[in-house]
């Protein structure tokens, strides 16, 4: 009975983990990288469209991605779109192509993202503990209905409490690589 706790508690585990490195790809971290456009919605025929559905695109260069459009129609509302999603960069087009330019960083910049990306790393980690709390209230709900033993629910705890510290070793893991990766130059 309490594997099928363990096993809930893993799938939710792992869709945290799955946001907080989502989370991560947004930020910015002085090279060009598509994933950072993953949230930017353009209002495209009066439907909230995500850009990637409308455009390809490419990183030719370190500090350059190119959104190359399908609709060059639409290309006024993708500017409006990227100059609304706050990015921290300014479009420019030719008419058919937006470029983004990504500016080196400050060190001051730099460590404001590490802040965030720290407190990303937090709220992961409070995710997790979430997780655990409401696991452990399952199995002691179990143990109160005569289900499980108390020295079941002791191995069931302690299974729980390596899951979180596996994946919360992840998160620490992420955080580090992360901000390797802003603080590079």
């Keep these: 009975m309490y594997?099928?706790?363990?096993?809930?508690?893993?799938?939710?585990?792992?869709?945290?983990?799955?946001?907080?490195?989502?989370e991560l790809s947004t930020i910015r971290a002085g090279r060009a990288n598509p994933r950072i456009l993953d949230k930017v919605m353009v209002?495209?025929?009066?439907?909230?469209?995500?850009?990637?559905?409308?455009?390809?695109?490419?990183?030719?260069?370190?500090?350059?991605?190119?959104?190359?459009?399908?609709?060059?129609?639409?290309l006024r509302d993708v500017i409006k779109a990227l100059n609304d999603a706050n990015l921290g960069l300014s479009p420019s087009d030719d008419g058919k192509i937006i470029r983004l330019v990504f500016p080196v960083l400050t060190e001051e910049r730099r460590k404001d993202y590490v802040k965030s990306v720290k407190r990303m790393a937090e709220e992961a980690k409070i995710t997790l503990r979430n997780e655990r709390r409401d696991a452990i209230d399952m199995l002691k709900e179990l143990k109160k209905d005569n289900i499980l033993t108390e020295d079941t629910i002791k191995v069931a705890e302690r299974d729980v409490q390596k899951e979180i510290d596996a994946y919360s070793a992840e998160v620490d893991e992420l955080l580090k690589l992360k901000e390797k990766e802003i603080l590079e130059i």
């Design 43 to 74: 209002n495209y025929y009066g439907n909230m469209t995500p850009l990637r559905q409308m455009a390809n695109v490419s990183a030719p260069e370190a500090r350059m991605l190119l959104i190359s459009l399908w609709d060059t129609g639409a």
């Design 3 to 22: 594997d099928e706790i363990i096993e809930a508690l893993k799938e939710s585990l792992e869709k945290a983990i799955n946001y907080y490195k989502s």
